[in-house]
């Protein structure tokens, strides 16, 4: 039916992030001509979030996002996305061996009513995985990366976690019993695209269609941190599965967003993995083996003698007065981390546009190079004291890649002054390590 139909028209690509597409445009026969939907949709993502931008600023006077609250969300989207550069996603994988091995019966690839059955099928799917994503707190663990920020914009929707989707695959498996790869393909991206546009308080209520589809309205309180929106309005496109099974808080009081228990960190690694951390000390002060496992397997906030989700009463009183975490620093610097980001955040749409020709120890290593320039920026951000010595030892690595032109440049006359930019980079972190060594020597003496 979608033959030759390509992402790349400009109708076509707003209309997929909304979810928008109709049937005839958008079912296929087999996995291979399946659009990557979500990778192609990077221009939509930066025209929004500047939209939103400008907006903002002529709304409300003010950014609707920080530097480093925003770096941090974009900085997760391209960790979450890295795994994919070295094996295909859980979700298709273990979708297709189910489908090849233990389908039941075959719904017409072709037919409308197999695309709007697999429109609420994967929505229904996506609203059990996102609330178990809440009350199981091993899966917490890793949801609570999207959840971390203290604000709420279109950068927001881009904070994910790279280890949600090793558990998330088993909640669609039920659907291969039927419905085809390649509109399950389909489906699984537009549902995620659709929740991108849903993350702003610009878009106060949308009258009628609150009722049916997940709105910013309703996902604002998703994301609060106020007693009546903790596990509240789980859905993805759709309101009515939380209607239906008595999840939904309406928006009332101001929403203060962000984790209960904020971590007031910008560097990427420790917001992907901190709660692992917090789970695993909080099993080992229990001395049952039955308490250590339900320590992970029940509510976040779950304790021996509790409920299962167990309840809220330890939780930091929410006044609407808290103000997000956001440290000052130094305008230079803001422009140095903006300019690096910038530098990397081109090496990784290279990595993705060329991945098909890279050899998989390239990809390995150039991988390993973005995750170390985000999390080194994170730790400039994070003001922390071995900032230095780390950002020295990336700037080393930039200047070798560049000088094996393994870094490439949107335009080839970048490539000097980028040589240079990072040299001097080099040398200003190379000083500043030598200085803390020798404010620690003294200190010592």
Known sequence: MAEGVQFGSGSRGARAMFYML??????????????QYVQQASPFFIGLMVLELVVGMLKTGRPVVTISDGLTSISAGMISRLPMLLIRGCELTAYIYVWEHFRMVELPWNSAWTWWLTLLGVDF????VHRFAHEVAILWAAHQVHHSSEYYNLTTALRQSVTQQLASWVFYLPMALAV?????????QLNLLYQFWIHTELIRDLG????????????????????YCIDKNYGGMLIIWDRLFGTFAPETDKVIYGLVFPIKSFENLGVQVHYYKYLWKKSKTYKKISDKLLTFLNGPSWKPGKPRLGDHLGNPKVTGKEVP?????????QAYVVTHFLLVLWTYHELFENKMMLS???????????????????FIMDQRP????????????????????????PVPSLVGPTKAFVSLSLLFWALQSFSQLLSIKRKTD
């Open 325 to 333: 975490h956001n440290p000052s620093w130094s305008l230079p610097l």
């Open 386 to 409: 071995t900032a230095a010595f780390l950002e020295m030892f990336r700037c080393v690595v930039m200047v070798m890649m560049l000088r094996c032109n393994c870094l490439t440049m």
């Open 180 to 188: 085809p790869p390649s509109i399950f393909a389909v489906h699984i």
């Open 208 to 227: 009628p269609l609150e009722w049916v589809f997940n709105t910013p309205k309703h996902h604002r309180v998703h994301h609060g941190r106020n007693l």
């Open 22 to 35: 109709t049937p005839n445009e958008s079912s296929f026969e087999k996995m291979e001509e399946v659009p």
């Open 125 to 128: 799917c996506y609203y059990w």
């Open 360 to 378: 998989q120890l390239t990809t390995l290593g150039m991988t390993s190079y973005v995750l170390l320039t985000l999390t080194s920026l994170g």
